[in-house]
C-alpha cells in the first residue's frame, strides 16, 4: 500500500489549502465546477486535494482523516466525473455505477442531499437514498418502476435490495464507497459489507474513509481495495501537558480550531454543573451526547422542567425513536440559531450540522473511538468550536489516555456558586410519575451502559458510587440491581 500525506497550511482559514477546485488535475468538468462555485466552493480541503486527483486517476484509496475535514466532497465529486468519462450516455435505467455506503440514516441522508447539486449535472442519471425506516418494498418498487444508476445508503437496507432485486446490473459498476468504514464494522455489518462487495465487478474504483483506521478497517481495506494509496490528513497542535516541549509540535486527530475541556466532578454534582453551564449559555447551539436512550429520554423530560432552563429549546434524538421523528428532530436543530440537542450516539458521525458551538459528552462514549466522532459535530471545516467531557473523579485516567490518542484536553474547574438542582428534580419526580420511571430507567440503563465499557481498566463499573449516581439521577430511592452487580460501592 502507498502512503501519502497531507495537513493543513497555517493561514488565515487554516483547514483549506492553496489548491482551487478548478486547478486539480485531472480537470473537473465545467458543470461540477459551476456547481462548486454556486455553493461556494473555492479551495480545497487537504483530504479534497489529496484524493480527488487520486480517485480520478483510477486509484483505490484508504482516507484516513479527521472529523469534519470535507471527506464528503472527497468522494462524491471524483464519483461523478468518473461515472461522466465512463458514460458519456445516459446508462439504462437499472444499470448500477455507482455505490455509497454509510453506517446510519443520518448519514446517508445527509451525504444523499449534500450530493444531489452534483449528481443533477449526470444527465439521464437516476440516485437512489435507501435507508431503515421505510418500507423495502415502496423503495424496490420505486426502483423498478424509475430505475437507479447510483445507490446511497445503509448496508442492510442495499444488501436487502441487491438481494431481491434481480433487475440491477452491475455489469458497468465504477465505484464503490465506503464512509465511515470503522463505524460499518463496529456495527456489525461486515456481513453485508463482504456480500455486497462480491457482487460487484472486481474492476472498479473503491474508496474507503474512516476518521480511525483499524485493524477491522485494514483488514477490509486488503479485501476490497486493489494496492490502495494510504492518504492521510492530520492538523497540528501544540501539545497540551507533558507530553512535549512547548516548541514541539504534535499530530493531532481533531480538527485544528476545536478545543477540549475535560470537568472533573461527582456524580452527584453533574446536573448542577450541566444546568449552570446551560443557563449561561442560552445563545449558543450546544450537543449533548449521553450513553443510553433511555438517558436522553430523561434529561430530555426532566430538563425543560427547571426554572433556570425555561425558554430554552431541548430537543431530544436518539436510535429508539422513530425514523420520522429522529428526522424532525435532526432538521428542527439544524434550523436552529440556538438550542441543545440531547443525543446518543446516532448522532455522533458525520452529521454536518451548521453553527455547533459546543459538544459537551456529559457521559464518555463506551468506544473512545467515537469520542473524535462527537466532538467533531463542532469547529468542520476551518471554523472554531468548544467541547467539554464529564469525568468523575476516578475517571481521570482517561485524560492522559485520550491524549496519548492524539487528542488534546485541557482542565476545565468546576463552578463553585452553582444552583444545586438535584432538589428540583427530585420534586419533579415526586409530582410526575413518569418522571419517576424514566429517572429509575436511565440509571439502570447507564449502569448496565458503563459495565460494558471498552476501556474497562479506566472506567471501572465495580467502583461506582452508587449512592452518588442515584442521587445524581435525582432518584427518591435506589433501585432493585442485577446480583451480579451487588459489589457496587454504596456511599
Not at 465511515?180 to 455486497?196: H, N, P, V, Y
Not at 492518504?231 to 499530530?251: C, D, F, M
Request: proline letters at 6%.
Amino acid at each position: 500500500m502507498e502512503s501519502m500525506a497531507a495537513s493543513a497550511p497555517d493561514s488565515l482559514n487554516r483547514a483549506l489549502t492553496s489548491t482551487r477546485f478548478s486547478d486539480l488535475h485531472p480537470p473537473l468538468s465545467v458543470p461540477v465546477v459551476e456547481a462548486l462555485s454556486r455553493a461556494g466552493f473555492e479551495h480545497c480541503t487537504p483530504v479534497q486535494a489529496s484524493t480527488i486527483p487520486l480517485l480520478c486517476t483510477h486509484k483505490d484509496v484508504s482516507v484516513d482523516a479527521a472529523t469534519g475535514s470535507g471527506k464528503t466532497l472527497a468522494f462524491v465529486l471524483p464519483l461523478v466525473e468518473i461515472l461522466r468519462r465512463s458514460s458519456p450516455t445516459p446508462p439504462k435505467p437499472h444499470q448500477v455505477m455507482g455505490m455509497i455506503v454509510s453506517p446510519t440514516r443520518e448519514l446517508s441522508s445527509q451525504i444523499y442531499h449534500v450530493a444531489q447539486p452534483f449528481f443533477s449535472t449526470l444527465p439521464g442519471v437516476k440516485t437512489v437514498l435507501l435507508v431503515g425506516g421505510f418500507d423495502i418494498k415502496t423503495d424496490m418498487r420505486r426502483i423498478e418502476e424509475e430505475g437507479a444508476n447510483i445507490l446511497v445508503g445503509t448496508p442492510g437496507k442495499l444488501h436487502d435490495v441487491m438481494e431481491r432485486l434481480d433487475i440491477l446490473d452491475f455489469r458497468s459498476f465504477e465505484i464503490l464507497i465506503l464512509d465511515e468504514a470503522d463505524r460499518l464494522l463496529d456495527m456489525g455489518f461486515q456481513k453485508q459489507i463482504t456480500s455486497i462487495i462480491s457482487r460487484l465487478p472486481k474492476l472498479r474504483r473503491t474508496g474507503l474513509f474512516s476518521a480511525t483506521q483499524t485493524e477491522a478497517v485494514e483488514e477490509l481495506s486488503r479485501a476490497g481495495l486493489r494496492n490502495p494509496v494510504r492518504v492521510e490528513v492530520r492538523t497540528e497542535i501544540k501539545p497540551v501537558g507533558n507530553l512535549a516541549s512547548s516548541q514541539e509540535l504534535a499530530a493531532s486527530i481533531t480538527p485544528l480550531g476545536l478545543h477540549i475541556e475535560y470537568l472533573e466532578c461527582e456524580a452527584e454534582r453533574k446536573p448542577s454543573q450541566l444546568v449552570d453551564f446551560l443557563s449561561q449559555n442560552t445563545s449558543k447551539k450546544i450537543i449533548i451526547y449521553f450513553m443510553t436512550c433511555a438517558c436522553v429520554d430523561y434529561w430530555g423530560v426532566v430538563l425543560p422542567k427547571l426554572t433556570a432552563l425555561k425558554g430554552n429549546t431541548l430537543i431530544p434524538l436518539h436510535g429508539k425513536m422513530k425514523q420520522t421523528a429522529r428526522e424532525k428532530a435532526l432538521a428542527s436543530f439544524t434550523a436552529l440559531q440556538s438550542g441543545v440537542l440531547l443525543c446518543t450516539d446516532v448522532a455522533a458521525r458525520g452529521l454536518d450540522i451548521p453553527g455547533v458551538d459546543w459538544i459537551l459528552q456529559y457521559d464518555p462514549p463506551q468506544d473512545p473511538n467515537v469520542f473524535v466522532h462527537r466532538v467533531g459535530r463542532t469547529a468542520r471545516i476551518g471554523r472554531q468550536g468548544r467541547a467539554i467531557v464529564f469525568l468523575l473523579p476516578k475517571e481521570d485516567a482517561y485524560v492522559e489516555f485520550l491524549r496519548l490518542r492524539r487528542v488534546p484536553l485541557q482542565e476545565r474547574t468546576c463552578s463553585t456558586n452553582t444552583l444545586d438542582v438535584i432538589p428540583l428534580i427530585r420534586s419533579a419526580a415526586r409530582e410526575d410519575r413518569d418522571v419517576m420511571e424514566k429517572g429509575v430507567k436511565a440509571f439502570v440503563s447507564f449502569v448496565r451502559a458503563y459495565k460494558e465499557h471498552h476501556c474497562s481498566y479506566i472506567f471501572r463499573w465495580k467502583e461506582l458510587e452508587i449512592g452518588k449516581l442515584a442521587m445524581g439521577y435525582g432518584l427518591l430511592q435506589i433501585p432493585l440491581m442485577p446480583e451480579d452487580q451487588a459489589s457496587l460501592t454504596f456511599s
